[in-house]
């Protein structure tokens, strides 16, 4: 047996690595997995021996409070390393707890795979570009990142987004408002903030303060928000019951709410792409600790945040930002674009022109063949047509 060690500390990484896993099996079916992920990866059959989805956070003031789990579980996953020797370790994503695997991988002769990269063309991360090069292989999923990781001198292939293999409805609409007890000619809302415990205490007061504003003015709006993990379902159940919004919590389907919605209230991440994906209008909100902020502003290369906004290359989405995100500021703008149906129409097209630039479906699978390919001795480094063409 192969052994695949994985190491994802957020939600979205544990997805990433649930959907690699199930990939991977498909071509190699003699590799078993263990690591350190959350419930996602532990249904696909990952050994997970460690639960990290917690530590997810953004920010060097709010990463404070986990710094002590932070330790403690770096500490553990060396020592489950240094034990398990896996032939292979993937790391997905969580740069700061990833970068920290890369020396203990190499003194220990295990090579690495870097999945869903930290962001280096969105920042200068001088430590990501020089640690790059003792990776064995980088996957790249954006397609500007390629030559960024290429020129500090790393190992990179590009084989396109996996969120285009996954971003996909279960139920048509109709179904899906029958599902949900809505009324398809009634606007609908999703509220999206975030899959963080800061993003949550940041954005949801704002949202829901922001959908009640929206409720007097268009009361017949209808609100959904899908809890991203169950970590946080209680804390955000009883945020909910305190707003006058009249807001249904989602427990899954959050592809089909997404796709039954007139427009998105989105934190800033993975789910404006995803929402893209779908060609959803939204409105990205983002709220940090103000030492965080003015940082981002130094170090920050792009002129947006929003990942719809960074493909098209100029603002196709709202981005309300810090001291912009006023709940006064929030439901103006949502008013404003719901009262005009070629602004809503506009932007769906511009979201899925977007969206064209991630490459063509199927990345989960050359993203499986990549790591398959590092994990073997010898056969299919040689087999022809290896990759599929991009």
Same mark, same amino acid.
């Given at each position: 047996?192969?052994?695949?060690?994985?190491?994802?500390?957020?939600?979205?990484?544990?997805?990433?690595?649930?959907?690699?896993?199930?990939?991977?099996?498909?071509?190699?079916?003699?590799?078993?997995?263990?690591?350190?992920?959350?419930?996602?990866?532990?249904?696909?059959?990952?050994?997970?021996?460690?639960?990290?989805?917690?530590?997810?956070?953004?920010?060097?003031?709010?990463?404070?409070? *986990?710094?002590?789990? *932070?330790?403690?579980?770096?500490?553990?996953?060396?020592? /489950?390393?240094?034990?398990?020797? +896996?032939?292979?370790?993937?790391? #997905?994503?969580?740069?700061? &707890?990833?970068?920290? /695997? #890369?020396?203990?991988?190499?003194?220990?002769?295990?090579?690495?795979?870097?999945?869903?990269? +930290?962001?280096?063309?969105?920042?200068?991360?001088?430590?990501?570009?020089?640690?790059?090069?003792? #990776?064995?292989?980088?996957?790249?999923? *954006?397609?500007?990142?390629?030559?960024?990781?290429?020129?500090?001198?790393?190992?990179?292939?590009?084989?396109?987004?996996?969120?285009?293999?996954?971003?996909?409805?279960?139920?048509?609409?109709?179904?899906?408002?029958?599902? &949900?007890?809505?009324?398809?000619?009634?606007?609908?809302?999703?509220?999206?903030?975030?899959?963080?415990? %800061?993003?949550?205490?940041?954005?949801?007061?704002?949202?829901?303060?922001?959908?009640?504003?929206?409720?007097?003015?268009?009361?017949?709006?209808?609100?959904? !928000?899908?809890?991203?993990? &169950?970590?946080?379902?209680?804390?955000?159940?009883?945020?909910?019951?305190?707003?006058?919004?009249?807001?249904?919590?989602?427990?899954?389907?959050?592809?089909?709410?997404?796709?039954?919605?007139?427009?998105?209230?989105?934190?800033?991440?993975?789910?404006?792409?995803?929402?893209?994906?779908?060609?959803?209008?939204?409105?990205?909100?983002?709220?940090?600790?103000?030492?965080?902020?003015?940082?981002?502003?130094?170090?920050?290369?792009?002129?947006?945040?929003?990942?719809?906004?960074?493909?098209?290359?100029?603002?196709?989405?709202?981005?309300?930002? %810090?001291?912009?995100?006023?709940?006064?500021?929030?439901?103006?703008?949502? !008013?404003?674009?719901?009262?005009?149906?070629?602004?809503?129409?506009?932007?769906?097209?511009?979201?899925?022109?977007?969206?064209?630039?991630?490459?063509?479906?199927?990345?989960?699978?050359?993203?499986?063949?990549?790591?398959?390919?590092?994990?073997?001795?010898?056969?299919?480094?040689?087999?022809?047509? *290896?990759?599929?063409?991009?």
């Amino acid at each position: 047996m192969l052994k695949i060690m994985l190491s994802a500390t957020e939600v979205s990484g544990d997805l990433h690595g649930a959907n690699l896993v199930r990939a991977i099996k498909k071509i190699c079916p003699e590799c078993e997995f263990l690591g350190v992920g959350g419930e996602r990866m532990r249904e696909e059959g990952v050994d997970v021996r460690i639960f990290s989805t917690h530590l997810g956070t953004v920010g060097v003031v709010e990463g404070v409070k *986990f710094y002590p789990s *932070f330790l403690r579980i770096i500490s553990e996953v060396k020592r /489950l390393l240094k034990e398990e020797k +896996p032939d292979l370790l993937v790391l #997905i994503d969580s740069r700061d &707890f990833n970068l920290k /695997l #890369i020396p203990l991988a190499e003194r220990l002769k295990v090579p690495t795979v870097y999945y869903v990269a +930290p962001p280096v063309w969105a920042w200068p991360d001088w430590k990501m570009k020089k640690m790059s090069r003792k #990776i064995n292989k980088i996957i790249a999923i *954006f397609p500007f990142e390629e030559k960024i990781y290429k020129k500090a001198g790393a190992d990179v292939v590009w084989v396109g987004h996996p969120l285009l293999d996954v971003v996909k409805p279960a139920l048509d609409k109709k179904e899906a408002f029958k599902k &949900f007890s809505l009324d398809p000619s009634r606007p609908v809302i999703g509220l999206l903030p975030g899959s963080r415990e %800061q993003e949550i205490k940041a954005l949801l007061p704002l949202m829901l303060k922001a959908a009640e504003n929206i409720k007097k003015k268009l009361k017949e709006v209808q609100y959904l !928000l899908p809890v991203a993990s &169950f970590i946080f379902q209680e804390k955000i159940a009883k945020m909910v019951e305190k707003s006058k919004a009249e807001v249904k919590i989602l427990n899954d389907n959050i592809y089909d709410l997404m796709n039954i919605s007139s427009l998105l209230i989105t934190a800033s991440g993975t789910a404006t792409l995803e929402a893209a994906c779908l060609g959803i209008p939204m409105v990205i909100v983002y709220k940090t600790h103000i030492t965080t902020y003015l940082l981002g502003k130094v170090l920050l290369t792009l002129p947006y945040v929003g990942l719809p906004n960074i493909l098209a290359g100029r603002r196709i989405v709202p981005e309300l930002l %810090q001291f912009k995100a006023t709940e006064k500021n929030l439901s103006d703008t949502v !008013l404003s674009l719901l009262s005009h149906s070629g602004r809503l129409a506009r932007m769906r097209h511009e979201l899925k022109q977007s969206v064209k630039k991630l490459g063509p479906p199927g990345a989960t699978e050359r993203a499986a063949r990549v790591i398959v390919e590092e994990v073997k001795d010898k056969g299919l480094r040689s087999e022809p047509g *290896f990759y599929s063409k991009m």
